[in-house]
């Protein structure tokens, strides 16, 4: 007989070497994969030696385009900045917009780190490295010869100011320091919430000790509905992981010829899923509905995955998918560690110029908008082509989808790696993304003078935005007043009376001896304020014409104090009159060839926004100017994931003594309040807990997908069946029980069978404390916590222990019901 023999001529990293063991096992068993993880083994330790790889710093090659992306982000950022100076956008859409902008070239600059390495050299020893899955990942790569980045601080919140060297061209001094947040960060995390998830895989094991594969088959006719999805890879691969291992619910057939091509009962492998992906409903059995009272039955268990068989009688599973679900969260708090503490986001898809050129592409098919951070777009509503057109020769061709945004005019010139479109999110991913918390941040005045606001645009109740300024001034006393000013000298005095109700600025001349004489006379006009102008506010801007040379020049007025009124307003860099301003200000005086301004600064306000001055009020500088709501943006890291496998777990009503939004517990009340009018109590509480145990294992998942860490969801199922298998009566038909008493849900149906006036009972959930401690078995709950309190209510009580579990047998130094003796024990 010929031996098979299969070519492999392609590179094996960490990755493919794993598919390659996991089709051996899986065709030719367990005792030949041993014999090739041994010569594995063997090949790999030789070329290692021969090899001899190492590091040293000519490996570290810095990419030469980082100087460009850095000159384009620079100009990106000017012109938000601009923006905000100017009161077009709010001070919090400015500092998203940095935070924003910065992750996008970071992203950029670590793709194109790869791309140096792959054009200039394969053999890198840090590319090699990299790329195998040994050793590191490209983040840590990206930190060596690309930029650390943004960094997140002791509380996961982002440091606006990003580190922009790398470790081989070195830290300067402040970017030393604001990396030192996140070295601290990771030395804490290490220390204080791998304990955090040692504790919370402890909780899940006292949850799930007690199950065990008890029976072959429960015959439950409840089934579990897997809807399979085709529309691109990732969508087919994570169909596949759900069938794999599983056992059919219904039998599934062929439309065409009514041919069976899978039976119920069948376990699905790799060449079934193959077969049947393509029917859109698979019915699978799961633990999650399960009808024994105590263990897992095989059927609905289905493959142990280690073996890639059935599971066998006797086994374990209960700890195993406490152990799954526990242990990355304990490995992945040293990744902050690792990282340095490095902020990781979700960046926007973008499309960066490839080459220098000129771009090209007609109008037709989209419209002209204004981003939310006022820049001018141009937004596809079909499909397009970008043409850039480096020269005659040399043409690019982009293709890009619809509802995208064209940052370029057609026929402008662009740079290398310019960002020229940014491809928007669909409402799909809108609804998917995770709500963030608001906080409230305040905002200072960094003038000191006199507020203005438009007081017609907040007396309309769904105003969106407004613009408020501050009209530069200093604000004195009488005394400094007195100090500083000669009988012969005039000033100009704000007073405010009590006659004018609408506190409009009454605006006098008044000399030092009338000044005096108000004092004495502030019985009847109250002097709350003096607001005056000092030399440095007041500009005058000059227009030198000769026959060749036409400058300007900047000439502060001295002596010269005039009356001014609320005039005309301009932004930063607005022209008149030829004249290019400076900076935001309000227009005093204007002649043909110069013009009086005063200094102002304008702030953006969002709907949210609230003011605590009143208009025309003075201001200090740095003195609280309003108030405004920012959604805060956080690193998105196991560490900060933990608290909230934790919550969902726990199924906690309250954080920090405030009601939790759309809680679990909320949640099922409200579907059952629904249900219960569609369909009889029985369903209806099926229903329910089938719809809340979805959604506790998709929200589960959530995180630990976000971390690129693969869960089998069976092993989340065992959990959350613990934490809705309980349900409360209402009433109690023609049954012993007592309103009130929490009983489970298989055991309340087999009585009901039985009755006449059947059992009413509405759906709770338990968090994982409180399933311990509810446990079957008092020796278990009372070795678990709050041991004292256990005894006694199971003293009071009159319970008795069946040593169902592994915990009780243990503590008294019994045998376990589990493992390779327990198929013994059944027959």
């Not at 589960?700 to 009566?729: A, L, N």
Request: glycine residues 6%; charged residues 25%.
């Amino acid at each position: 007989m010929k031996k098979l023999q299969i070519n492999f001529n392609k590179t094996f990293n960490k990755n493919e070497i794993k598919t390659l063991i996991n089709w051996f096992l899986a065709n030719y068993g367990s005792l030949r994969t041993q014999k090739l993880l041994d010569k594995l083994k063997e090949i790999g330790f030789k070329y290692a030696t021969i090899a001899g790889i190492s590091l040293g710093l000519e490996d570290l090659k810095i990419p030469p385009i980082k100087k460009v992306l850095f000159e384009n982000t620079e100009k990106s950022l000017n012109k938000s900045n601009t923006n905000y100076l100017n009161g077009k956008i709010t001070i919090t859409k400015n500092i998203k917009k940095i935070t924003e902008v910065w992750n996008n070239t970071n992203e950029t600059l670590k793709n194109e780190v790869l791309i140096n390495f792959r054009q200039t050299d394969l053999l890198n020893p840090l590319y090699m490295m990299t790329l195998s899955g040994a050793r590191g990942n490209i983040s840590q790569i990206k930190q060596l010869v690309g930029m650390r980045g943004l960094m997140s601080d002791s509380q996961g919140e982002i440091i606006n100011l990003p580190i922009k060297s790398n470790f081989k061209e070195g830290l300067t001094l402040t970017e030393y320091f604001i990396s030192c947040y996140g070295a601290r960060k990771g030395l804490v995390d290490t220390a204080l919430k791998t304990a955090n998830s040692g504790y919370l895989t402890r909780r899940l094991v006292y949850v799930s000790q007690s199950q065990i594969i008890k029976k072959p088959n429960c015959y439950t006719k409840y089934t579990n509905l897997i809807l399979t999805l085709k529309k691109n890879k990732q969508d087919y691969k994570s169909s596949k992981e759900k069938l794999i291992g599983r056992v059919l619910g219904k039998s599934i057939v062929e439309k065409k010829t009514n041919k069976i091509i899978a039976s119920y009962g069948q376990d699905i492998c790799n060449y079934l899923v193959k077969k049947i992906i393509f029917s859109k409903k698979i019915y699978i059995k799961s633990p999650l509905t399960c009808k024994l009272n105590t263990g897992i039955c095989q059927l609905c268990y289905g493959w142990n995955l280690g073996n890639g068989r059935m599971a066998e009688l006797g086994e374990s599973v209960g700890v195993l998918a406490a152990q799954s679900i526990g242990e990355p969260g304990t490995q992945l708090t040293m990744r902050t560690f690792h990282t340095g503490g490095v902020f990781s986001g979700e960046v926007a898809k973008n499309i960066l110029a490839p080459h220098e050129g000129i771009i090209k592409y007609n109008i037709f098919g989209g419209k002209n908008i204004i981003t939310k951070y006022k820049e001018n777009g141009f937004l596809t509503l079909k499909e397009k082509k970008i043409i850039l057109v480096y020269d005659k020769i040399k043409k690019f061709s982009i293709k890009i989808p619809k509802n995208t945004i064209i940052f370029t005019k057609p026929n402008e010139k662009v740079f290398p790696k310019q960002i020229i479109a940014q491809i928007t999110k669909t409402k799909e991913n809108k609804k998917n993304k995770r709500k963030k918390s608001k906080e409230i941040k305040e905002i200072k005045s960094t003038l000191s003078g006199q507020l203005f606001f438009d007081e017609s645009k907040f007396l309309i109740k769904n105003f969106k935005y407004s613009t408020i300024w501050i009209l530069s001034g200093n604000i004195t006393s009488y005394i400094s007043l007195y100090k500083q000013v000669n009988n012969s000298q005039f000033l100009k005095v704000k007073l405010y009376t009590k006659e004018i109700k609408n506190k409009i600025p009454l605006k006098i001349k008044i000399s030092l001896k009338k000044l005096n004489s108000i004092k004495k006379k502030s019985e009847e006009k109250k002097l709350l304020k003096i607001n005056y102008l000092i030399e440095k506010n007041i500009y005058e801007k000059k227009q030198i014409i000769t026959k060749k040379i036409k400058t300007e020049k900047l000439l502060i007025i001295k002596n010269d104090l005039i009356l001014i009124k609320l005039g005309k307003f301009i932004l930063k860099e607005a022209k008149i009159n030829n004249f290019k301003n400076d900076y935001s200000c309000q227009l005093i005086q204007k002649n043909i060839n110069y013009m009086k301004v005063r200094k102002t600064k304008p702030h953006f306000l969002s709907k949210d926004s609230k003011i605590n001055k009143k208009n025309y009020s003075a201001i200090k500088k740095n003195n609280n100017l309003f108030y405004t709501y920012y959604k805060k943006q956080k690193t998105e890291d196991i560490v900060q994931g933990l608290p909230k496998i934790e919550e969902l777990l726990e199924a906690k009503k309250s954080f920090n003594l405030e009601k939790l939004k759309n809680n679990p517990h909320d949640k099922l009340n409200k579907n059952f309040k629904i249900l219960e009018k569609k369909y009889k109590n029985s369903i209806a509480v099926r229903k329910t807990i089938e719809k809340m145990q979805n959604y506790l294992i998709k929200k589960i998942q959530s995180v630990y997908k976000s971390q690129g860490v693969s869960i089998s969801d069976k092993h989340m199922e065992i959990i959350v069946r613990e934490m809705t298998s309980k349900v409360i009566i209402y009433e109690e038909g023609d049954s012993n029980f007592i309103i009130g008493e929490i009983v489970e849900l298989n055991k309340i149906e087999k009585i009901n069978e039985k009755l006449k006036n059947k059992i009413k009972y509405q759906p709770i959930l338990m968090g994982i404390s409180q399933l311990s401690l509810n446990n079957q078995s008092f020796i278990s709950a009372a070795s678990f916590q709050e041991t004292t309190k256990v005894l006694t209510k199971a003293a009071v009580e009159g319970k008795v222990d069946w040593l169902y579990g592994l915990k009780e047998n243990i503590i008294l130094g019994n045998l376990i019901p589990t493992g390779s003796g327990y198929k013994q024990m059944i027959y």
